[in-house]
Each structure stands twice: as structure tokens, then as C-alpha cells.
């Protein structure tokens, strides 16, 4: 019961950290400011399949982020004069579900490699950090692809070695890693499976080339 507790409270530290004044500010960065605007053409248009800038086709960036930015947009009506939400609030507000996602992983995770109370230091640590502030506020890209990519990495440790003499999670944990890193690469592109492939390599290197994958 407790440990439901501090997920709860954690929870609730990254909405009161992340969420208040996401519209305050204009979008300042090149890359909030066009990745808003290609979620606003998305909608203009009613074309989610083809990311865009000036209604010309963007193929630098894949959809998924883009298609979160929609859903807060549409969610808030950020559009109307009479919803009370600004545009930059609904461009940054994913990241913002994404960061306190990230907290609950780290007590997730940390809860599982030594205990609840690890957990519970290592999310409010993380809290307490400068750079979450800056990028759990934005309305950029990285953060939601350093969360696939952190997740697709860590479920690959758990079918390669098990942990804390629990048995590897074998072929759920192989979904599930393949899972996360496709989101890293519908998020961001193929540098996803890049760096996934070279966590990989770097781990079968440190091994000797030896690496028994525990399926069952």
C-alpha cells in the first residue's frame, strides 16, 4: 500500500513541477516553434500522415511527437478565445505527461534494483535537477525520445542478465524493447535503433562478444 503511495506522490511533485505556466512564455526555440506549428497545420489540414512546415512536407522528423502535440491541442481547444489555454501550452504539455511518466519509471526501476526507498530518492533527485526543468517545460522532441530509448535499453538489460536474482523477462521483455525503441524511432527516426544497436554492441563488447539472451 505504501509503495502505491509514493507512486501517487510522485505523481503529483511532476504535475505541481511540470504543468503550471506552460503557456506563459512564448515558444522561443526554433524547434518548438516549428514543431508547434507543423501539430497546427495538422489539424488545419486533417493530414496527421505527413509532417509539415509552411504546408510544405517536413521528412526531417517522423509523426508520433507531432501527433502528441494534436491531442493536447484538440484536448484544451487551445484555438479558442474561450478555452483558456494557449498554443504553447498545448505544444508543450506532452512533454510535461512525459516527465512525470519519467519520474515513475525511475522509482519503477530503481524500486526493482535495490528497493522503494532507492526508488523513491532516485525520482526525486531527478525532480530536483536543473535540465528536467528546462526540458519537461518545452516543446520539444527530446525528452519523449530519451524516455523510449532509456526504456528500450533497459528492457534489453532485462532479457540479456537478470536482475537482483529474478529471473530475465525473456520474450516479453524482447516486445517490449522492440516496442519502445520503434516509439524512439517513430519519435525521432532511425538514430533510435542506432543507439539502441550501439548500447547492444558496447554491452556484447564488455562481455568478450559472449552474450546468452534468457528467453523462456
Do not use: C
Given at each position: 500500500?505504501?509503495?502505491?503511495?509514493?507512486?501517487?506522490?510522485?505523481?503529483?511533485?511532476?504535475?505541481?513541477?511540470f504543468v503550471p505556466?506552460?503557456?506563459?512564455?512564448?515558444?522561443?526555440?526554433?524547434?518548438?516553434?516549428?514543431?508547434?506549428e507543423?501539430?497546427?497545420?495538422?489539424i488545419?489540414t486533417?493530414?496527421?500522415?505527413?509532417?509539415?512546415?509552411?504546408?510544405?512536407p517536413?521528412?526531417?522528423k517522423?509523426p508520433?511527437f507531432?501527433?502528441?502535440q494534436?491531442?493536447?491541442?484538440k484536448?484544451?481547444?487551445?484555438?479558442?478565445d474561450?478555452?483558456?489555454?494557449?498554443?504553447?501550452?498545448?505544444?508543450?504539455?506532452?512533454?510535461?505527461?512525459i516527465?512525470?511518466a519519467?519520474?515513475?519509471v525511475?522509482?519503477?526501476i530503481?524500486?526493482k534494483?535495490?528497493?522503494?526507498?532507492?526508488?523513491?530518492?532516485w525520482?526525486i533527485?531527478?525532480?530536483g535537477?536543473?535540465?528536467?526543468?528546462l526540458?519537461f517545460?518545452?516543446g520539444i522532441?527530446?525528452?519523449t525520445f530519451?524516455?523510449?530509448?532509456?526504456?528500450?535499453?533497459?528492457f534489453?538489460a532485462?532479457?540479456?542478465?537478470p536482475?537482483?536474482?529474478s529471473?530475465?523477462?525473456g520474450?516479453?521483455?524482447?516486445?517490449?524493447?522492440?516496442?519502445?525503441i520503434?516509439?524512439a524511432?517513430l519519435?525521432?527516426?532511425?538514430?533510435?535503433g542506432l543507439?539502441?544497436?550501439?548500447t547492444?554492441?558496447?554491452?556484447w563488447?564488455?562481455g568478450?562478444?559472449?552474450?546468452?539472451?534468457?528467453?523462456?
Amino acid at each position: 500500500m505504501k509503495e502505491k503511495y509514493n507512486y501517487l506522490l510522485i505523481a503529483l511533485l511532476g504535475g505541481l513541477f511540470f504543468v503550471p505556466f506552460l503557456g506563459a512564455s512564448h515558444l522561443f526555440d526554433w524547434d518548438e516553434i516549428n514543431f508547434a506549428e507543423s501539430a497546427r497545420e495538422m489539424i488545419l489540414t486533417g493530414n496527421y500522415s505527413t509532417v509539415q512546415i509552411n504546408y510544405q512536407p517536413f521528412w526531417e522528423k517522423p509523426p508520433l511527437f507531432f501527433w502528441m502535440q494534436v491531442l493536447a491541442m484538440k484536448a484544451f481547444n487551445v484555438f479558442s478565445d474561450t478555452s483558456g489555454f494557449s498554443p504553447e501550452f498545448g505544444a508543450r504539455f506532452p512533454n510535461a505527461m512525459i516527465g512525470i511518466a519519467t519520474l515513475l519509471v525511475f522509482y519503477s526501476i530503481g524500486k526493482k534494483l535495490y528497493n522503494s526507498k532507492f526508488g523513491l530518492l532516485w525520482a526525486i533527485a531527478y525532480l530536483g535537477s536543473f535540465t528536467p526543468h528546462l526540458y519537461f517545460k518545452s516543446g520539444i522532441i527530446d525528452p519523449t525520445f530519451n524516455l523510449f530509448i532509456f526504456l528500450g535499453v533497459w528492457f534489453l538489460a532485462r532479457i540479456i542478465t537478470p536482475i537482483n536474482n529474478s529471473p530475465a523477462m525473456g520474450l516479453k521483455g524482447a516486445i517490449l524493447s522492440g516496442l519502445f525503441i520503434g516509439l524512439a524511432i517513430l519519435t525521432k527516426g532511425p538514430v533510435g535503433g542506432l543507439l539502441w544497436g550501439l548500447t547492444f554492441l558496447s554491452f556484447w563488447g564488455a562481455g568478450g562478444f559472449k552474450i546468452q539472451f534468457l528467453f523462456k
